[in-house]
């Protein structure tokens, strides 16, 4: 649990930073364990501390997420992992949440009054000035000060709710990162790696060329292998057996969708509507914001029974509804072309209205029945014998897989794989379901991380141990020619003597790519960071070990850095404090009693 969370450490930084802005005026006034007079108060989905968190505020909480999703994406459905991770979000959040506020209660840290009164008139809280905003979109300060005390323009008592919760979060925050300093060395270094310039020359020796013959032997494998345990670590793999139902169209979905197909060709030539405006309101592709409109195509580009019918109609004239994989189609042709001198179409330009065929309620209704009459009835122990004694039941055994990843063999189902890593050996899941499948998951329990075997990284192993005798053998290559370099000989001379790479880079910064050397490698931060002159007598990068000569770097602008020394400084400033606050909060997770009971609910309802 919460390897999601740790995986997005600086996300969940501002989230906290921010004190849940995404959805904290969705949440005033109302209680983590109750709902505070907003909607009513049903079971709770866990406890943190013993502190209920509701399924009503978790519920809230996850449709915040879920619309910033289709704000990301207006377009397009969310997928069912979507939806997942939305879920494993809410949670995550609302258990820090209470781990926050827990602690704030326990230090007895509070705001008063009068900081309150100073905040809104020197420091307006960004979550509110949103609400304040011109034209433009940015914050409206006079209109926001006009408003101030005004309870008939805005609900200022729920932004002082909001207030009232933030400060002593704020002020805990302050405390626990108070020991965070920045120092100049680390800001202008930060400065650097963003402006420093410089032209290199080099020469080398590439990896491909070096130890071409070299296998390790079995007894160097084991020796490396025993020498780097950390190297080779597994996460924690979860085990699961799997009983799937696919909900697919039915024939009575088909002819549905092709009644319809044929409504809406009526609807054209009779018409009511222009084939443009039925496209946009009916077909089920990008194309429909264009009216249809393909675009000019030869006969390779469709699939063969668009093909056929695009190829054999009249200009002008509406199809019947054509079925092809992706459903029901209704084509007009525009516009035929002919190769010189021939008779026969070789393109057309034409548009359609795309019909999908999915599966409806009634399919929908019968699939769920049948896969909740199984789950009401299966144990563990019979869970293989029920599913495959269902003809219709599709049973899987995934291989052993990481947590938020999909169930292996099951498309869309990381809400399924979640459940095997908060359930015990035996526990079987509520159903759920995918984006065209329900399912069934028995937990089978969780193999524990650790060291991987040998065999499974061998290869790895392998190539370590050859990357290590390159290098060595780079260098050994690379030593007596740096030594004439440094008595005074032209390193492209020795280079084309010892038929070595040797190049002189372009302008380069900190990620540029350089010929033979690489993308944003070591190379490009000892040469930005070397002054004129500098000779560096050995780097090696993945494709090689160099030496270079720095011919120019840029100067440091002092004024620019003085300039920007101040946002630096607080950029860094945040990375560091929310390193601090996520060693805090996992502290403060491991310390916690966090019980998760939102399977359960969901099993019950």
């Known amino acids: 649990m919460f390897k999601f969370l740790r995986s997005n450490a600086k996300f969940f930084y501002w989230v906290i930073a921010a004190t849940f802005i995404a959805f904290i005026f969705l949440a005033w006034g109302m209680d983590m364990s109750g709902s505070a007079g907003r909607g009513p108060s049903t079971n709770a989905v866990g406890s943190v501390n013993g502190v209920d968190i509701s399924a009503y505020y978790y ?6 997420l879920t619309a910033n999703y289709r ?11 979507q939806v997942s991770m939305a879920r494993e979000q809410a949670w995550e959040q609302i258990v820090r949440d209470a781990i926050l506020e827990q602690e704030v209660n326990r230090r007895g840290l509070t705001v008063s009054d009068d900081e309150i009164v100073r905040i809104f008139k020197e420091s307006p809280p960004p979550q509110i000035l949103q609400y304040f905003v011109d034209e433009s979109g940015r914050p409206d300060i006079e209109a926001y000060y006009a408003a101030l005390g005004n309870n008939s323009q805005f609900n200022w008592a729920d932004a002082e709710n909001m207030v009232r919760r933030s400060v002593p979060r704020e002020k805990l925050m302050n405390i626990l990162t108070a020991g965070v300093s920045i120092s100049d060395d680390e800001v202008r270094e930060i400065y650097n790696q963003q402006t420093r310039k410089s032209v290199a020359e080099y020469m080398g020796v590439l990896m491909a060329d070096l130890a071409p013959d070299f296998e390790p032997s079995d007894s160097e494998i ?8 950390g190297n080779y670590q597994q996460a924690s793999q979860g085990l699961a057996k799997v009983a799937s139902w696919e909900v697919a169209p039915s024939a009575a979905d088909f002819d549905e969708v092709r009644e319809l197909a044929l409504t809406v060709k009526n609807e054209i030539t009779s018409g009511q509507k222009t084939f443009e405006e039925a496209a946009a309101v009916y077909s089920e592709d990008g194309s429909a914001s264009r009216g249809g409109d393909l675009g000019t195509f030869d006969r390779n580009r469709m699939v063969d029974a668009f093909t056929d019918a695009a190829f054999s109609l009249p200009v002008g004239e509406i199809s019947e509804p054509v079925q092809t994989q992706f459903g029901f189609h209704i084509i007009e042709v525009l516009e035929q072309e002919s190769e010189e001198g021939e008779t026969e179409v070789a393109r057309v330009h034409a548009r359609h209205i795309l019909l999908k065929v999915t599966a409806g309620d009634s399919t929908r209704d019968a699939v769920y029945e049948r896969a909740n009459e199984f789950r009401n009835s299966v144990t563990a122990t019979d869970f293989l014998t029920l599913a495959d004694s269902d003809t219709t039941c599709q049973v899987l055994s995934p291989r052993p897989f990481f947590q938020g990843r999909d169930l292996p063999g099951l498309r869309q189902s990381a809400t399924g794989g979640q459940f095997v890593f908060r359930a015990e050996p035996g526990d079987i899941s509520p159903l759920y379901y995918s984006d065209d499948h329900v399912y069934v998951v028995l937990c089978e329990g969780v193999q524990p991380e650790g060291p991987q075997e040998l065999e499974k990284v061998r290869s790895q192993i392998v190539l370590a141990l050859k990357r290590e005798k390159q290098e060595t053998e780079g260098r050994a290559k690379l030593a007596p020619a740096v030594g004439r370099v440094q008595m005074g000989e032209a390193m492209a001379d020795v280079a084309a003597e010892l038929e070595f790479v040797h190049g002189v880079t372009d302008t380069i910064d900190a990620t540029s790519n350089i010929a033979d050397v690489g993308y944003a490698t070591p190379f490009n931060t000892v040469a930005t960071s070397s002054a004129t002159g500098t000779l560096v007598p050995e780097i090696a990068t993945n494709r090689g070990v160099f030496a270079l000569t720095v011919l120019w770097s840029s100067d440091v602008d002092e004024a620019d850095y003085e300039s920007r020394r101040a ?4 950029m860094v400033l945040q990375r560091k404090q929310g390193q601090v606050l996520e060693t805090w909060f996992q502290e403060q997770i491991d310390a916690s009693v966090i019980q998760d009971k939102r399977d359960e609910i969901r099993g019950n309802v």
């Open 59 to 64: 519920e809230q909480v996850v449709q915040n």
């Open 71 to 81: 704000r990301q994406s207006p377009d397009r459905p969310l997928t069912a992992n």
């Open 222 to 229: 084991q020796a490396y292998y025993d020498a780097h345990p």
């Open 567 to 570: 946002q630096l400084r607080a």
